[in-house]
């Protein structure tokens, strides 16, 4: 298989669906000589902000002197996003490579073993861990796809495990209540491991508490062990100061806008912390440059400022609270135009109830996504929280008509899936 090929094989095995459990993971890290056990990973968890806090500190890391592996999902643009080292993606021939080398094992697991067909999530986390391990990286950070406990990212032994935060998500596979969602996140601290969260809520610091507890674990909490304040912030930046312990960090920098990214780089922080307590070696200027640096596409990001343009992937509840305080609190604008793409399978009311009160006009669209939910559909939620809608079939046309109602002093927000994010962009990579 060329790169075109293993990546239409790759995502042709998101047939088989979700499917968590541990078994065909260690059974194929068994056949591929155990990638996990030569590498150091940072593990992290969480309903959101993962991909903020992974961002950030692997920008730490390199600034820090290292080579660091960072596995995500789902990528925005090309399938090579997902794993990068020292933020270049992993070479389309090299995954192509890896790919060919795995195929035959997996065509043979359903028929040679009492296994089901491995997902397309198993395989490309297989395939990240022996790239990483191949390529010999000083650490890994890895995402976790799906919950924690059974998540197929879940066959490592992490310097640090990282639960951001727990809110209502995928409630199908994880369960109902923050406690139960908790205890799955919380399924990936390890005995006598260091865990870093940002949780607040008393039902799930309970949970994470309680297994770190279990498994003599050292737990670092943002909010009593890691101190942050909030300083001035404009669209390009803001700043804010940090303080463990005794040691007080004043003028940190972020270009991530949004207080919950300060929430996001206190917990990056802390993770330097744990690693520090392990005798890895993060002076103060490589976390001040790895914050001041870090970017991540698609997390209030703005496109163009007249009209302001702002891009965010709200995809669910918590999500959306977010993006709500931070329309009200960090943007100015005379009207909002919102342009929501969302997936059928979330909980599309809760994201809608947050966001379509707060605009004056609220476009639909769907992206090509086959989860997405039609916008005729999406446009009857709207409506039990705001008249004014328009339905369209495509999200380049969306935008076009987004921009064509906006004034000058007005603020477009296009939210919701990442694939909404991806076909937006598009028009400004024009």
Same mark, same amino acid.
């Given at each position: 298989m ?13 047939k ?11 059974y ?19 309903t ?6 992974v961002t ?12 660091v ?10 399938f090579?996003?997902?794993m ?6 992993i ?11 795995v195929k ?6 359903p ?9 397309e999530f198993?395989?490309t ?57 908790a ?11 260091r ?8 039902e ?12 003599n ?10 101190l942050w304040?909030?300083?001035p912030c ?7 100061n940090?303080q ?9 920098? @972020? ?13 990056a922080?802390g993770?330097?912390?744990?690693l520090?307590e392990?005798?890895v070696?993060?002076?103060e ?9 870090s ?5 209030l990001?703005?496109?163009?400022e007249n ?11 918590a ?7 931070a ?23 809760d ?10 006009q ?17 446009a ?5 929280y ?5 339905v ?20 477009v927000?296009?939210?919701g899936?990442?694939s @909404?994010?991806?076909e937006?962009r598009?028009?400004?990579e024009?």
């Amino acid at each position: 298989m060329n790169f075109q090929e293993a990546v239409n094989y790759l995502t042709g095995l998101s047939k088989f669906g979700i499917n968590l459990g541990l078994s065909r993971m260690e059974y194929l890290l068994d056949v591929f000589d155990h990638p996990e056990k030569q590498l150091k990973v940072i593990h992290v968890a969480g309903t959101n902000g993962k991909g903020s806090t992974v961002t950030m500190t692997a920008n730490i890391l390199k600034e820090a002197g290292y080579r660091v592996g960072v596995y995500i999902s789902p990528h925005l643009y090309c399938f090579t996003e997902r794993m990068t080292i020292n933020g270049q993606n992993i070479p389309g021939e090299r995954l192509a490579e890896l790919t060919n080398r795995v195929k035959p094992v997996l065509d043979r697991l359903p028929h040679e073993t009492d296994l089901a067909e491995a997902t397309e999530f198993e395989v490309t986390t297989l395939l990240a861990l022996m790239y990483f391990a191949e390529e010999k990286v000083d650490y890994v950070i890895l995402e976790v796809g799906l919950g924690g406990k059974l998540d197929a990212t879940n066959v490592v032994n992490p310097l640090v495990s990282v639960v951001t935060n727990v809110d209502f998500d995928h409630m199908d596979q994880l369960g109902n209540t923050l406690g139960a969602i908790a205890g799955e996140k919380a399924g990936i601290i390890k005995a006598n491991g260091r865990v870093v969260t940002a949780s607040s809520e008393k039902e799930v610091l309970d949970v994470i508490k309680g297994v770190c507890k279990e498994k003599n674990a050292r737990l670092w909490q943002v909010g009593k062990d890691i101190l942050w304040e909030k300083g001035p912030c404009s669209l390009l930046k803001q700043t804010f100061n940090l303080q463990v312990g005794d040691r007080r960090y004043e003028n940190m920098e @972020t270009g991530l806008l949004g207080e919950h990214q300060i929430l996001n780089a206190a917990t990056a922080f802390g993770i330097t912390q744990a690693l520090k307590e392990q005798g890895v070696v993060i002076d103060e200027s490589a976390i001040r440059s790895g914050l001041a640096q870090s970017k991540w596409p698609g997390r209030l990001e703005i496109m163009q400022e007249n009209p302001l343009v702002v891009i965010d992937g709200a995809h669910n509840e918590a999500g959306a609270k977010i993006l709500h305080k931070a329309l009200t609190e960090v943007f100015e604008y005379e009207k909002l135009i919102l342009l929501l793409g969302i997936f059928a399978d979330k909980a599309v009311g809760d994201v809608v109830k947050e966001l379509a009160p707060l605009a004056s006009q609220v476009i639909v669209a769907k992206s090509h996504n086959p989860r997405a939910l039609a916008p005729e559909e999406l446009a009857q939620e709207v409506k039990n929280y705001n008249p004014n809608v328009l339905v369209k079939d495509e999200i380049l046309e969306a935008v076009k008509d987004a921009l064509a109602l906006a004034g000058s002093k007005d603020m477009v927000c296009i939210a919701g899936s990442l694939s @909404t994010m991806s076909e937006a962009r598009k028009y400004w990579e024009k």
